[in-house]
Structures are given as C-alpha cells and as structure tokens.
C-alpha cells in the first residue's frame, strides 16, 4: 500500500486553513494542521481523523526558524515529507498609516512574508527530493491597496513576487507555487474588521455581498477548492499564478 503524500497547512486552526486542511484530507493527502496553539490545532486534526483520514496538529510560530524547522521535521518523521505547503498563517493590525506603529507594520509583515520564507525553505528540500512539490501562499485583493492596511496590502503585494520567483527557481525540480488571492471571505479576521470600523457584523456581510458581482460573500471552502486544484497532480503546468477568488472581476 503507497502512502499518502503530506500536505501542510498553516494559519489552519480556523477559517481558510481549517476549510484547507479538511479539503486537503478530503483529497487524500495526511495533513499537518499548523499554527500557533498545538491545542486548537488538534481540534481540527482530531476531526480529519475522526471522518477517516490521517491529521496531526502541530503549534508552530511560523515568524520563529528554529520552530519551523524542529516542525517541519516533526511532520517529515511523524506524517511524512511535506511536499504540499499552503502558506495561509496570517494577522491583521489595520491602521491608517498616521496611526500605525512599527509594531503593527512588523507583525504583519513578518507573519506573512518572513513565515511564509522560512516555511517554504524548510519545506521545498522534501519537494525537490521527491521531483513533486505544491505550493500555494494566500495572497489578497487587498494586495492592490486597500485603506487602513498598508502594512497587509504590501505584505500580500510581496507574497505575489515571492510566488513568482519560487516557480521559477523550483519549477525544474516538479515544484509548482502560486498564488491564490481571495476577495471578502466570511471568517474570523473579516469580523474583526467590522468590529474595528464599528458595524454589525450582518451589516458588513450585506454591503460586501452587494458589492460583489455574484451577489454573496465567500465562504472559505470556497477558497479551499481552488487550493485544492493547484495542489493536485492535474494542476503540474499551472505555475508563478495569482488567482484572484472575489466573485468578480477586480480593477
């Protein structure tokens, strides 16, 4: 009997990255549930293997190298070699930029860019070992700008040229990485934000949906499926892409 491959996920205790992991589960793949809290992690493993599939949750601060790389060898011995990574971990500190500190400029841009640098680093060796690899950061459509998050807008911005240039670095070894960009999606985060602006959450949902061309919010299992796609062996001439998942067409 062949092993699944591995696919790793991190940010994947709630919205995207849990959606992700379970899709990822669903697919086949063992997963690694990363983020910060082992604990709320398991919750989300403990439901993939409960419906059948192999999970472990793994607490892992992705900004922090020595934890990444005592992880990632974790899911290499324990699960097996990573060789699906989905760079979701992330943080919002949204400020105008007159009210934003050098704290909420660093956060964000080291939970995004730095983690999403060091965990394909300690990843792709599995990748390239194995002339297979996926990876898929989580980049925005705040990345073309977006008030009150200059430090998220450029962080996202970045993780599309990190995209880009793994592909073209790691194409040759059967790695493909790309982007997936997604528009209002109903979690956690967006919450936060209604909250941060002073709105009912309902009343947020309402003005995104009526904003959007399909007539509704995302979902994050929305999001999931076409992280799903990238990640499979169908996807293997789809590389250093931005796939922009919005409900419409941005300008």
Known sequence: MTHARTALVTGAAR????????????????VAVVDLDEAACEVVAGEIRHAG????GVGIDVTD????????????????PPVVLV???GVIRDNLIFRMSESDWDSVINVHLRGAFLMTRACQAHMTTASFGRIVNLSSSSAQGNRGQANYSAAKAGLQGFTKTLAIELGRFGV??????????????????????GVSFEDFL???????????????????????????EEAGFVSGQVIYVAGGPLD
């Open 15 to 30: 919205g995207i990255g849990a959606a992700t992991a379970r899709r990822l589960a669903k697919d086949g793949y063992a």
């Open 53 to 56: 599939g192999s999970a472990l």
């Open 65 to 80: 190298a020595e934890q990444v790389e005592a992880g990632v060898r974790r899911v290499a011995d324990e699960l097996g």
């Open 87 to 89: 760079n979701n971990a």
């Open 176 to 197: 493909t990485a790309n982007a997936v960009a997604p528009g209002f999606i109903q979690t956690d985060m967006t919450a936060a934000t209604a909250k941060r602006i």
């Open 206 to 232: 309402e003005h995104a949906a009526s904003q959007t061309p399909v007539g509704r919010v995302g979902q994050p299992d929305d999001i999931a499926a076409t992280i799903s796609f990238l990640c499979s």
